[in-house]
């Protein structure tokens, strides 16, 4: 086999994050069949791939790359080592919202996933499976950056999830996840508190200070102050 090199974008995401646009987003494929998938592939049978796409409810484009991700691998006498962030969002986002309780069940062993996978199918944490956790952590993540049910349900199919396996409203499981979260999503929590502070600067062209963060004015643009000093800009903010 031949060398495959990935491609990193540099501050490719607003808050200066790096972006992996090829490797690490080949899909799992949940749902597809890989024997009938391979054999499409290698019979060159590209009737046969869309049937396969058809059953899973996917894109042709998500099975062939359901594939390439499990063809990837080290060279004779070397080893492929994957190295991740665990929950990394999640957890910063509990850290700038001060939940310190989230914060120290996750330091002792509690997954978030799987513990909101329990909340919304209402199962113990051991009674979940790899589906409802497969699930539940594009449900986590999109709730958590504040989507509303149909964002949700098109952020959740990017994951390759097929929400209506699962039998709950988007609407509901949005309420649910922002009740068992009140430091981000209540009237007084993160949220409306870097709102309420925000419309000062803007407003008012006052700085603010919520939590770990530092919002100021500089020349008609609202600046975000980081904890690691990194600062993200918003441009003619209003």
Not at 86 to 96: A, C, G, K, Y
Not at 219 to 231: E, F, K, N
Request: contains cysteine.
């Amino acid at each position: 086999g031949g060398r495959i090199r990935d491609m990193f974008q540099y501050a490719s995401g607003r808050t200066g994050r790096w972006v992996s646009p090829l490797l690490h987003n080949l899909t799992k494929g949940s749902g597809i069949d890989p024997a009938a998938a391979i054999g499409a592939v290698l019979d060159r049978d590209a009737e046969a791939l869309a049937k396969v796409a058809w059953q899973a409810g996917v894109p042709v484009h998500e099975v062939v790359a359901s594939l390439l991700r499990k063809i990837v691998a080290a060279p004779e006498g070397r080893s492929l080592v994957i190295g991740d962030f665990s929950t990394i969002e999640v957890r910063v986002l509990l850290w700038l919202a001060g939940d310190s309780e989230k914060l120290s069940a996750i330091a002792h062993g509690r997954d978030p996933y799987s513990g909101l996978a329990a909340d919304l199918f209402g199962l113990t944490v051991g009674e979940v499976t790899g589906a409802h956790r497969e699930f539940a952590k594009p449900v986590f993540l999109g709730c958590m950056f504040g989507m509303g049910a149909k964002t949700l349900l098109e952020y959740v199919a990017g994951f390759g999830v097929q929400w209506g396996d699962f039998g709950l409203n988007a609407g509901d499981v949005v309420e649910q996840w922002r009740g068992l979260h009140p430091e981000v999503a209540a009237r007084d929590g993160l949220w409306a508190r870097l709102e309420s502070a925000g419309r000062m600067v803007v407003e008012q062209n006052r700085e603010q200070q919520v939590g770990l963060l530092r919002l100021r004015p500089l020349d008609g643009d609202l600046i975000v102050d980081l904890p690691a000093g990194r600062r993200v800009r918003y441009a003619d903010a209003r």
